[in-house]
């Protein structure tokens, strides 16, 4: 089974820095989907940005970039430029055939 | 289009009584997806309907849940009856396909219900 970690339960940053977030995960498949989801006080999930396996490239949305190390099976989020509106719940999935995991979240808060 | 839209934001009720929540999916999505969340055990696939027939409810915690699907713009999930450790916030997904990886089946999720079972 397909387990995703997220190590950071809780992390901070100053607005206009940048911070990563980590994720790992553990499957023996070789192509899946790899995503990032915001989930703001609002609640609503919001995708912030997916990875394809069999891409080498990593995504990017933005000021959202991915480090997606496929051997290493590590999908860390950066946020470049930091807001005031990125403080929220960020979660890690991971998705094959339509099944979802999703790692227990991290709590980012943008401080001013 | 609307996005996911689930029906009701919030709900509370008293143990023992039937809860049913609402989702209608983006249109032309032929996958929904039922989930909960909670702080203990965060975000937990429940069941998830392709084509209007569900196919892996894997991940309902018991009897007392049950989803339906019974046509492509609607579905409901019910608790009945309803017990207080079922509180979280219960979230709807829908994607346009499912089985290929190659497919471009990213979920999109609706706002979600917050369930307070007294």
């Known amino acids: 089974a397909q387990t995703v970690t997220q190590s950071q339960p809780e992390m901070s940053v100053q607005e206009a820095e940048t911070v990563t977030l980590s994720c790992t995960y553990d499957t023996s498949e070789n192509n899946y989907y790899l995503f990032w989801y915001k989930q703001p006080p609002s609640r609503q999930m919001i995708l912030v940005i997916r990875q394809e396996a069999y891409k080498q490239q990593n995504a990017t949305e933005n000021r959202f970039s991915v480090n997606f190390q496929k051997a290493a099976k590590s999908f860390s989020l950066k946020i470049s430029d930091s807001q005031l509106g990125d403080t929220a719940m960020y979660f890690c999935?991971?998705?094959?055939?339509?099944?979802?995991?999703f790692g227990a979240g991290t709590r980012l808060t943008v401080k001013p | 289009d609307a996005g996911v839209i689930q029906s009701p934001r919030h709900e509370v009720t008293e143990m023992g009584q039937e809860v049913t929540l609402r989702c209608k999916p983006i249109?032309?999505?032929?996958?929904l997806f039922w989930y909960r969340q909670t702080m203990m055990r965060g975000l937990e696939l429940l069941i998830y309907?392709?084509?209007?027939?569900?196919?892996?409810d894997s991940g309902m915690p018991e009897d007392r849940f049950s989803a339906k699907m019974p046509n492509a713009s609607f579905s409901t999930l019910k608790i009945q009856p309803s017990e207080p450790r079922d509180s979280a916030v219960y979230f709807c997904a829908s994607s346009l396909g499912f089985v290929s990886v190659l497919a471009k089946n990213i979920q999109y999720f609706g706002a979600g219900t917050r369930l307070s079972v007294l």
């Open positions: 309907f392709n084509n209007n027939v569900p196919i892996d």
């Open positions: 999935a991971f998705m094959k055939h339509g099944r979802v995991r």
């Open positions: 249109s032309g999505h032929n996958s």
